[in-house]
């Protein structure tokens, strides 16, 4: 079964939230497992909390694009921001004993752990975008 | 409706906290750094928290389980942890945190360890 659903969010902790809420959904509607929702929903909430704290800043006119489809190749889902980019290459390994005991920065790793692809890119129109797939 | 609760029990000069719910950003993180606070403010400072009912953690809630033992042992105390259910012990794992951890499944093996 395929599909597709395209959802915009303000950038408020709440989305989060709202935006696993309607993943769920939409992976239950396409058939899917309970574990294969579960990894989808982690990355979900880690990509749109990523996408609100650190690329929009919590600025509500700007709004977190969601994009979950169903596919032949797996569950994609796109998210994307209005900031102003990062590096991937510059984010810190969590797992170093040096930074094991940081309070944050464990997001892309989980996102990485539970999907099986992880991409980021510039978007042409401004911000982020991150697409993750997790095949079935 | 909370995304958490917090129940507090004392057993000796262990304080267990019981969790119930979702440790994860927003709510159920900062439920759990004002308990901690809270707690150390009291000088109670072995504090065992049984995630027995926590049926989700994000990356928010793990980086707070990391800050309540960081700031727990700051003050000369121990936090440890107990009955993680299978995807909280593999978040865990994935993050190199079970060699951080004291980890139990048994309520009174935990305790003892703290003496």
Known sequence: MAGIQQIKLPSRIESVDEAAQKADEFAKEQGLGDDFV??????????????VKHGNKFAEEKTVDLTLAHTDEGF????RDYGTGFTIDDVPDPTNPENLLKAHGRGILFMRSFMDVVEWSNHEGGGMVVK???RQ | MSDITISERQAGDVTILDLDGKVTIGEGSVA?????RRLLGEGKNKILLNLASVGYVDSSGIGELV???SAVSKEGGTLK????????QD???ITKLLTVFDVFDDEGEALSSFS
């Open chain 2, 32 to 36: 759990l750094r004002g308990a901690i």
């Open chain 2, 67 to 69: 800050s309540s033992y």
């Open chain 1, 76 to 79: 994609e889902i796109t998210v």
């Open chain 2, 91 to 93: 978040l865990l794992a």
């Open chain 1, 38 to 51: 579960s990894a989808i929903d982690l990355a979900i909430r880690e990509s749109v909390a990523n996408a």
């Open chain 2, 81 to 88: 942890l107990l009955k993680l259910t299978q995807k909280i």
């Open chain 1, 132 to 134: 993750m797939i997790k």
